[in-house]
């Protein structure tokens, strides 16, 4: 899915690009290191290879057909930076050339199909890729790495303003899901034919020892995606919980953050406020991801 | 490489195709900026805005009928969430939306149909983005319609064989990863090709870089204009 420009608000697409940028940096910086020498005429013709299998049908529904979006398929074979990589290009490619997504919306787009959906769809591949449940792996990656994104897509759209009554929001949610089911099984069955052709392209998944920290990065992966379906279908829901628990005066006056409704109160009104208080509140979770990953990354080491 | 008809404008000859990318890009974001933050409710700032895109077709010399017709590729989406808005009661929101989307396509043809790709890359990487993904999305479009017109004569070859994508059962998705692996190792062997001859010209791991034009007057005028004309269309 695809956001062009004239949907999202400043704020939304302001604040995901501000988190995109640095991210795709560090993708390519690594990849750029990684040690292959042909690295990045294969990166491109990859990009280009994404284009091609999107051309291949594979019937869905009567009538309809779907095809392979590539996030977690890439990610299996060149790695999750690299793939990275190669899903900015294509998505970079389809916004300048083909008018397919926004140039200023692109910041949102990359987050959605070329970061969360790249690590969205690596993750169970990384943690349970070796031994037997590997093509479980594989399949749950390429579901994860679709529902994740569309869903993405879709509280963007809803926090930007745009009105989606619930009825379709839940016909979306299930064309998503068929989607997801098909890009798994898809992911799944291309990866098994490559293991025929050549093993090699098939990268070894070197997961974390810890069960501990498998069970952790796994729970909060099957949590923010059913968060998000849930945030993204119904977002009036917790406000009306805590109406009627009627706790919503006092949880007003407890989260009366300089945040609060997303808006900065410091600054004049309008979507400058808005902006302030979309990119604060985004390098805040950013700045708590980081320091996440950095603790984590540091008791790994030591 | 002559696929799209965006390739033949991009190299047509015109004052606006002579622009320096940079001047072209500034515009362009100062123009989606503005249609972007629009208010819902102000037909004649959005005509404004049309106008304004009309000209610079007209200056760029390109078939205003066709420069259209490519821009509604954003219709299908805008439909989808207009219809949704119409149904929830707010018609007007809906074609405000509808119409702000269309107008940046508008202005993403227009950026498109006046820069050749590499030199639109060579402008965004005087803003920083990285060289590596730049050099990336270049050998991207270098090879996309090889590896589609691939992808497209497998298609042709299995319809001929009696069987093609569409079969509707097993077989049908067996067939479909098949031929999606046998691309994927097409690719691969592509790269490989395409790495030697890369070696066998010279390259050492260094991509030299065409020295940027100068940024002239023209292009100094072409961004201060685009972007003061949507600033006071936006403002007023």
Known sequence: MHIPDGFLTVPVWAGLAAVSVPLVGVAARRAQGEAEENRIPLLGVMGAFVFGAQMVNFPLAPGTSGHLFGGALLACTLGPASAVVVMTAVLAIQALVFQDGGVLALGANVFNMALVGVVAGYLPYWLWGQGAGRDLAVATGGFLSVMASATLALTELRLSGVVIPPAALWLALGVFALNAVAEGLITL?????????????????????????????????????????????APDGLDRLAEELGISDRSRILWET????????????????????????????????????????????? | MRHLVLEDWSRKESWLH??????????????????GTSPAGSPSRLAGYALLLLA????????????????CVVLPFAG????????????????????????????????????????LLRGLASFGVPR?????????????????????????????????????????W???????????????????????????????????????????????????????????????
Do not use: N
């Not at chain 2, 002579?18 to 249609?35: E, G, Q, S």
């Not at chain 2, 062997?189 to 395409?194: K, S």
């Open chain 1, 189 to 233: 069955l291309v990866v098994r034919s490559l293991d025929r052709l050549h093993p090699g392209w098939i990268r070894r998944a070197d997961a974390p020892r810890s069960a501990a920290v498998k069970t952790v990065l796994g729970a909060s992966v099957a949590l923010a995606v059913i968060g998000l379906a849930v945030a993204s279908a």
């Open chain 2, 80 to 119: 989808v969430f207009g219809v949704l808005a119409w149904l929830a009661g707010e018609p007007g929101r809906a074609a405000a939306v509808g119409v702000k989307s269309y107008l940046s396509a508008w202005t993403l043809v227009l950026l498109a149909a006046t820069t050749p790709l590499p030199a």
């Open chain 2, 18 to 35: 002579a622009r320096d990318p940079r001047a072209k890009l500034m515009a362009a974001v100062a123009l989606l900026l503005a249609i």
């Open chain 2, 132 to 172: 590596f993904l730049l050099i990336v999305i270049q050998l991207l479009y270098r090879y996309l319609f090889v590896i589609a017109e691939q992808a497209h004569h497998m298609r042709l070859a299995a319809a001929s064989r009696g069987g093609g994508f569409r079969l509707r059962s097993r077989q049908g």
């Open chain 2, 174 to 236: 067996r067939a479909g990863a098949g031929a999606v692996a046998t691309l994927f190792a097409r690719s691969h062997a592509r790269a490989e090709a395409i790495h030697r001859a890369m070696l066998a010209r010279g390259y050492r791991g260094e991509f030299p870089l065409a020295s940027p034009p100068r940024f002239g007057l023209g292009d100094a005028l072409l961004s201060l204009w685009a972007s003061a004309a949507a600033a006071a269309l936006r403002l007023a």
């Open chain 1, 258 to 302: 300089p945040l609060s409704d997303y808006q900065a109160r410091f600054l004049p009104p309008g979507w400058l406020q808005q902006a302030a208080a979309g990119l604060a509140g985004i390098s805040l979770a950013g700045a708590c991801v980081a320091a996440v990953a950095k603790l984590l990354s540091r008791r790994r080491s030591a």
């Open chain 2, 56 to 71: 610079g077709v007209i200056i760029a010399d390109l078939p205003v009928r066709g420069v259209w017709l490519r821009a």
